[in-house]
């Protein structure tokens, strides 16, 4: 697994293949991972967090030709502007939940209003009591936007789903989901494709001394998954039923499933850099793939 700004994978070039046979072949084994933002509750800025970044989650998940977006916090606006400069007309975007800091980028996703993408939009946190399309409906206008759903030229499609579904959303792609334990309720997700694994746990706060089925079922096996370490377990007594974890109940959760390495998102707005960097070293002496997600992160699978 490498990881970097950006990653370049060695090239088998075989006698008699064209380059494009070769860039072509590289794509279709691709299972890259783009973090557009990686801050949880309120977007941040300012000199002490330039490093780590201070938009709100937005995750890419890139399987070959496919785009998977996880989540449109503030993050989503520079994604969406990349999306459209590589010619990628079609996408689809799952929702954990529809807390602010994970929707209040979607009316600037610039594909949605492009008639030539088409977006899917997929939510199940909320199965029963609202639709997709009621969420994003109820979002996307005034007085909370100047503009209404309708102004989308994209073929924009909806799709409701129920926890623990298991989501096809293209040939070979397949998508393993479960409740997380969040007020309102949060959808985590497994990405399975060409035997490689990325799950995305968000957000979900754990019980001490519990280690979540729901969450090892997810991560089982994982040559990586992201968590939200939103607090450390010093912190955790102060923020029982806010919803969120600590960076080494990751640590547990990822020995306990086996998993190859665990990522962590959802920084508090209150961590700079130079905490986060301090977390990263007590991390790695507790465990060799654990590391905090930084904006703009690129991981190669």
Same mark, same amino acid.
């Given at each position: ?148 759903? $309708? /102004?989308? +030229? &994209? ?8 926890? @623990? ?6 040939? %070979? ?100 850099? $130079? /905490?986060? +960097? &301090? ?8 465990? @060799? ?6 904006? %703009? ?5």
């Amino acid at each position: 697994m490498a990881v970097a700004n950006f990653v370049g994978r060695k090239l088998d070039c075989r006698p008699g293949g064209s380059l494009d046979d070769v860039r072509r072949g590289a794509t279709e084994t691709k299972f890259r991972l783009r973090a557009w933002g990686v801050r949880g509750s309120l977007p941040v800025s300012g000199p002490e967090f330039q490093h780590y970044g201070g938009n709100t989650i937005c995750i890419e998940l890139q399987c070959g030709d496919h785009r998977l977006m996880f989540d449109a916090g503030s993050g989503i606006l520079p994604a969406g502007k990349a999306l459209l400069a590589e010619g990628a007309s079609e996408c689809q975007l799952f929702f954990s939940h529809c807390h602010y800091d994970h929707i209040i980028g979607l009316p600037y996703f610039s594909p949605i209003y492009d008639p030539r993408s088409s977006v899917t939009v997929w939510s199940g946190h909320s199965s029963g009591k609202m639709t997709t399309r009621d969420m994003i409906t109820e979002f996307i206008r005034p007085p909370w936007f100047p503009i209404e759903v $309708k /102004a989308c +030229r &994209a073929n924009l499609t909806c799709r409701d789903f129920m926890p @623990q579904d298991v989501l096809q959303p293209y040939p %070979g792609v397949t998508i393993r989901t479960g409740m997380l334990n969040h007020p309102g309720g949060s959808i985590g997700y497994r990405v399975e494709w060409q035997g490689r694994v990325v799950a995305i746990i968000t957000d979900t706060e754990h019980v001490p001394g519990v280690l979540d089925p729901e969450v090892l079922a997810l991560i089982e096996g994982a040559d990586l998954f992201l968590y939200d370490t939103s607090y450390t377990d010093e912190e955790m007594p102060t923020y029982v039923g806010y919803g969120h974890s600590s960076w080494q109940h990751g640590i547990r959760l990822a020995r306990a499933a086996g998993a190859q390495r665990v990522g962590f998102i959802h920084h508090s707005p209150l961590r700079t850099d $130079k /905490a986060l +960097r &301090a977390i990263d070293h007590m991390a790695a002496e507790n465990f @060799q793939g654990a590391f905090s997600v930084w904006e %703009g992160q690129v991981i190669d699978v």
